[in-house]
């Protein structure tokens, strides 16, 4: 079986384009991995550890090489697709297809916009759902994505040949690849990602700052522990996405924020029935998520994912 | 070596009392564990899974049995604790040791001076910092405070030798035991443990009633199932722990929306500086506790339990 994808470059070989870069060799989904990093030691360093096969700091080493069936995966922080998308205009083919992992697609759809004048159809915009705490090259896992979502983002002008390709990028790699709208990708992850972060990231400011806060971090619990580990991810990333995703994240914050206070209300008025109410209520919603999460990770386990290396 | 507990009567046989009855039996810390429960079954089926001893749902059959050297706990929601010390105050004699596991420590003090007039040496208030989704009578876990931190919140007027007998008793089912003030554990707990909870109940409810429900909990990534895990907490328990602790609670929540509040703005002002050093500083105070908690964990690895049984 021929391996669906030509050339992946890859630019940007933190956690996210290093680990698409280390899968994909090691599933062979293409024959070969370029990856493009700005500081020559991570490139030498990518080599070394067998995420690509070259490494450039310098794109247009490879970019007028590409042709169809080659695909260009940008993973650097959101505000910086900009910039990268600019320098690749004027080198790439038509042909070769664009996509990218940034965690908002409507700022990105306006770089696009912004740098090319339209959307062309060489460009899907994407966004793998995995992360962790670690970051940087040393953190490329060929797992990463192994069971985990790829939300893709076509719009009316993307081109079927290229969403398909996408599609089976992130498909040999392991992952479930689904297909939402751009503002929807944006509203939905402003809820169930952006908010909970920002959430995170006050709470362990506000603790930070009390005159308590030794005190308060030597006797917090688990749930605690639990409940602030995403304030440990890297904070250039998350200024991106707050600044890139503004309308859907303060939408969110406002909505929470509205809830907080009529919770806030119900426990000065010590509105017994409400607060049960309240409680009940998220209980439920919170179980059935236990619940639907169950029932998709059942569906998940019998992935098989097919490997390019057999020849058949 | 004696047992340090003469008999222990313990009140409430959900997930903390079950959990003390049978620790302490396994552990061989008193001389034999008495249980009370409200539900004749609670007290059938606590006896069948080994729990206790001895169970009954009239705590009479047992009160005026009790005397120097013997402890009853006290482990129902925060908000029944005065209606216990009311039924228990004419039938113990002033040698029993009473403590409590409640969440709150200011309410229960007040409980306590309601049904006593003043704060008998007897009565030694603490709160066992373990818990878990789980609850009722099957829950039990005789390991549940197994390098788990108990605090503890003596007065004025507590008697030295009631403190030490549960120091004792906690010290046995391999617990680490601090001192706190009654004011600074509801604080603390406020900051640490009640604001926490109540975001995640106020976030929850939040996305359930989102028009983008079904989507939210479909593309929720692992992290909002960390963050939001706690919300499945029991209802009535942290009805309770609101209306007992409003005062601090009500304190925490306003510090919190404040920092909320200035977030949202400098997202709204774009003003990247300022979230930037906001996230920056949150990520340090978070990888600090991240090492308080390392270090805790490798102090409390070698925690040597005595066995009671061994008579030497």
């Given at each position: 079986m021929q391996p669906p994808i030509g050339t992946l470059v890859v630019i940007g070989l933190g956690l996210i384009g290093g680990s698409l870069a280390l899968a994909s060799k090691q599933r062979a989904s293409c024959q070969r991995v370029v990856g493009i990093a700005r500081d020559q030691r991570t490139c030498d360093r990518a080599r070394q550890l067998g995420i690509v096969d070259e490494a450039t700091t310098n794109i247009a080493d490879v970019a007028g090489q590409l042709g169809a069936g080659d695909v260009i995966f940008i993973a650097v922080p959101t505000l910086s697709v900009r910039r990268v998308l600019a320098g690749l205009g004027p080198l790439v083919s038509a042909a070769v297809t664009i996509t990218d992992g940034a965690s908002v697609k409507g700022s990105v759809l306006q770089d696009v916009q912004a740098v090319y004048g339209h959307v062309p159809p060489q460009l899907v915009l994407g966004h793998p759902i995995a992360g962790a705490e670690k970051s940087g090259v040393?953190?490329?896992?060929?797992?990463?994505?192994?069971?985990h979502r790829v939300i893709l983002t076509p719009t009316e002008q993307t081109g079927s040949e290229h969403l398909h390709l996408v599609r089976s990028m992130w498909q040999a790699v392991g992952a479930e690849v689904l297909e939402l709208s751009v503002q929807d990708h944006d509203d939905i992850l402003g809820a169930t990602s952006h908010l909970p972060h920002a959430i995170a990231f006050a709470l362990v400011d506000t603790l930070a700052h009390d005159s308590q806060t030794e005190n308060i971090f030597r006797y917090a619990a688990g749930g605690f522990r639990d409940f602030t580990r995403?304030?440990?991810?890297d904070a250039t990333m998350w200024r991106d996405i707050m600044l890139a995703n503004t309308h859907s994240v303060l939408h969110a914050i406002d909505l929470f924020s509205a809830n907080l206070a009529a919770m806030r209300e119900a426990i000065a008025q010590q509105d017994s029935e409400q607060l049960l109410a309240i409680f009940t209520r998220a209980k439920a919603a919170r179980d059935h998520f236990t619940q639907m999460l169950a029932t998709g990770a059942q569906h998940a386990v019998p992935v098989v994912l097919p490997n390019f290396n057999d020849h058949e």
């Open positions: 040393e953190a490329a896992n060929a797992n990463l994505y192994l069971q995403i304030a440990s991810s």
